[in-house]
């Protein structure tokens, strides 16, 4: 079965940094697009930053140039490395990754979701 589990939220300050990970794990074939979203409370979910298989990346305009999408393929692994957090930064944040399987019928692709991380900005 496989599973994506987030890990690194957490608490912080203002202007404080705090990096998130992913990891994929099961039997699977292939990992494609990768993303990070969070949720503040109230609020529908919303894309923070997405990388390709191949690395392109792709952020969300009230992130660009503070948080850093990255993978480790061999690691199964999607990272987020976030700097100048503020207050607005705080939220629920969830990994997401389609993920190539093995089927009785064929290789098939399915989004699969992580668990959350919370990240808390304060002080």
């Known amino acids: 079965q496989v599973r994506l589990v987030e890990s690194g939220g957490g608490l912080v300050q203002p202007g404080g940094s705090l990096s998130l990970s992913c990891a994929a794990s099961?039997?699977?074939?292939?990992?494609?697009?990768m993303a990070w979203y969070l949720q503040a409370p109230g609020k529908e979910r919303e894309l923070v930053a997405i990388?390709?298989?191949?690395?392109?990346?792709n952020y969300g305009d009230s992130v660009k140039g503070r948080f850093t999408i990255s993978r480790d393929h061999a690691k199964s692994t999607m990272y987020l490395q976030m700097s100048s957090l503020q207050p607005e930064d705080a939220a629920v944040y969830y990994c997401?990754?389609?993920?190539?399987?093995?089927?009785?019928?064929?290789?098939?692709?399915?989004?699969?979701w992580g668990q959350g991380t919370q990240v808390t900005v304060t002080g």
């Open positions: 099961g039997s699977f074939l292939q990992i494609n697009d």
């Open positions: 990388i390709s298989r191949d690395g392109t990346t």
């Open positions: 997401s990754a389609f993920i190539v399987t093995q089927e009785a019928s064929g290789p098939a692709m399915k989004e699969y």
